[in-house]
């Protein structure tokens, strides 16, 4: 499976961002699964699942205060990677 994410270290804080699908994003429930599958490739860092609306807009879940760092910067600022995890 590939997922497109970054590993991110921002003001001593690392954690992953991944982009998922904007059915994944609808449910809180949803939301849970994604992240607890994939904790297994991002140990012990927060992840942030980001997803796009109909008109490309990002909108980010997870931290708060992540939330809000990503939110101020663009999209095309972040360093993505494919990653290949099975």
Known sequence: MKIHGAV???????FAIVSVKW????????IIEAR????VFFPNMPI?????DK????????RRDIVEFLK???VE?????EYHIY
Do not use: A, D, F
Request: proline share 5%; glycine share 8%; charged share 10%.
């Open 8 to 14: 991110i270290i921002e003001q001593g804080v690392t």
């Open 23 to 30: 059915h994944v994003t609808q449910y809180t429930q949803r």
């Open 36 to 39: 607890q599958e994939l904790s």
């Open 48 to 52: 942030i699942l980001m997803s796009t």
């Open 55 to 62: 008109n490309g807009q990002p909108h980010y879940y997870g």
């Open 72 to 74: 101020s910067i663009k």
């Open 77 to 81: 600022q972040i360093p993505w990677k």
